[in-house]
């Protein structure tokens, strides 16, 4: 099992110890110390999975909670809590909050590692490609349009972009594979990530070129040579 985790917790014991397990199973970890920085971390990255400590300065679990459940963008992100607070009540208030798993501490590193594999499992179940069905056929359909679109690359006439746009290598990345008809699902495994991750780089691709479907990405890239031959 592969997938991202961030991890945030002002322990910083507890927190290389989880780091170190977590990255041991095969798990890509990202840490933080407190809210403010894991909140910092969530928006450059979104992860499969955010494990927070509850006890926290400043801005607790259950604050920093709220603030991630706000964001439409993180409705459906699995986040597990752990805490030294294990009464029935806590744990009732957790989920109440919208927490998926509740893990008091101590607690057992193996078990961690399940209930993190399992939420991830849960969540590309839940989404073969990250999004709903509608959402599915309607790429699949962009998916046949951009094929299509490929077959007539040669005659299409570039365009020198008026404005240069700065890719991440990432985003770059993205966009080859996009122009190459994949998938998100493809793309993710193509790239060692997870499906959110793409699906999230191509809202900025979208969001930098001004199109708005995997066609118009396609053909704006392909008018202004913004695809390159990569391995």
């Known amino acids: 099992m592969t997938g991202k985790v961030l991890l945030v917790d002002d322990e910083a014991g507890l927190r290389e110890a ?3 397990y977590l990255e041991d199973s095969g798990f890509n970890v990202e840490v933080a110390s407190n809210a403010t920085e894991g909140w910092e971390k969530l928006q450059l990255s979104t992860p499969d999975v955010l494990i927070s400590d509850v006890m926290m300065p400043q801005v607790d679990g259950y604050q920093f909670l709220g603030q991630v459940r706000e964001d439409p963008r993180y409705k459906s992100l699995p986040v597990i809590f752990l805490t030294a607070r294990g009464m029935t009540s ?3 208030q957790g989920y109440s909050a919208g927490v998926d798993a509740y893990l008091p501490k101590p607690f057992d590193p193996e078990e961690l590692v399940a209930i993190v594999s399992n939420l991830i499992e849960r969540q590309d179940a839940r989404t073969p490609e990250g999004g709903n069905l509608p959402d599915i056929a309607a790429m699949a359909k962009q998916i046949e349009e951009i094929k299509a679109l490929l077959t007539q690359k040669g005659s299409i006439s570039k365009t020198p972009s008026p404005i240069r746009i700065d890719f991440t290598p ?3 990345d993205v966009l080859n594979r996009v122009a190459e008809g994949l998938m998100n699902k493809e793309i993710a495994s ?4 997870s499906v959110r991750n ?3 780089y191509v809202s900025r691709l979208f969001s930098k070129t001004g199109t708005n479907s995997r066609t118009e990405l396609v053909r704006y890239a392909l008018e202004h040579g913004l695809v390159t031959d990569d391995d």
């Open 18 to 20: 989880v780091q170190t």
């Open 90 to 92: 806590d744990r009732i």
């Open 170 to 172: 990432r985003e770059q």
């Open 190 to 193: 193509r790239l060692d990530t």
């Open 198 to 200: 793409v699906e999230k």
